[in-house]
């Protein structure tokens, strides 16, 4: 073997690791993304529900899985 296809064959190795761990990181980095997304549970918080009226904020939720019960009766006390 002549030391320029040798110096070829080892840029080819050395590209194709590269790529390796690129598409490695991209793939770990979105896994962690998604892990995280399943495993946050955000608080409730208090906005305008649709049919109460405007007290400040113009904005309502679309859908809230919170109601109004849970934002006074159970405080979260672990901050």
Known sequence: MSAPAA?????????IA?????TALVAGANAHLVYVSLASQPDCVPHRRIG???T??????A?????PAHLTENPR???
């Open 56 to 61: 400040g904020s113009a904005f309502a939720a």
């Open 77 to 79: 006390s672990d901050r």
């Open 7 to 15: 110096i070829g064959r080892n840029h080819r190795v050395l590209m």
């Open 18 to 22: 590269i790529t390796v761990a690129l």
């Open 52 to 54: 109460e009226r405007q």
């Open 63 to 67: 859908g809230s899985s919170c109601s």
